[in-house]
């Protein structure tokens, strides 16, 4: 079935209290789904925080962190560029296909409020990908804050979900199987040189 070509991230209307984001991403959705689970790679996408130079291994069990009732917390760039950070508790999680989380960011004063992310694998360019949508819940309380300069920015920036996605997506590329396929391909390489 082909994949119908349009904006790789969008935002449609929502009412007032729910935010839509969506982006395609050329990576399976088990990368995707480790990248909003693993902590290391949550702080690099969300908050700029650089990777360790040789990620833990095995990868694959970075997934069952992700644990209804399990906390977390990273670094975040804020929707205005200034440092802050974000933390939650994971509510519902279903690999590599959806979660949902709670969401406390410092620049909405800690205000709990939920987010959640669908996974649909889908063909990118020709190769395995997965739709990314976010669907963040906001806190009633935010919704009338008319001090924040943020409370201007949520309204007219869909509280920056698109920037974050376009992070996720370049994070994913440069982090995700076909480097760690390159990396085996290597070690392989290596050992076959190093067996004569």
């Known amino acids: 079935m082909p994949h119908v070509i349009r904006d790789p991230i969008e935002s449609p209307a929502e009412p007032a209290g729910i935010v ?84 406390r960011a410092s620049w909405n004063d800690f205000a709990t409020e939920r987010v959640r992310f669908e996974l649909v694998p889908i063909e990118v360019g020709g190769v395995e990908g997965t739709r990314v949508t976010v669907t963040h819940t906001r806190a009633q309380s935010r919704l009338h804050a008319t001090t924040s300069a943020l409370a201007h920015a949520s309204v007219r920036g869909a509280e920056g979900w698109p920037s974050l996605l376009a992070r996720l997506a370049v994070h994913v590329a440069t982090t995700g199987t076909l480097v760690h396929d390159f990396d085996a391909l290597h070690r392989a390489v290596v050992d076959l040189h190093h067996a004569r």
């Open 20 to 103: 839509r984001a969506s982006v395609d991403i050329a990576a399976p959705a088990a990368d995707v789904f480790r990248a909003l689970v693993d902590p290391h790679e949550l702080a690099a996408w969300l908050g700029g925080e650089p990777m360790p130079s040789h990620p833990r291994e095995p990868r694959d069990s970075d997934a069952s962190r992700a644990l209804p009732g399990t906390r977390w917390r990273a670094p975040a760039i804020a929707p205005d560029g200034t440092t802050g950070d974000v933390s939650g508790e994971y509510l519902g999680v279903a690999p590599p296909y959806r979660l949902e989380t709670t969401w």
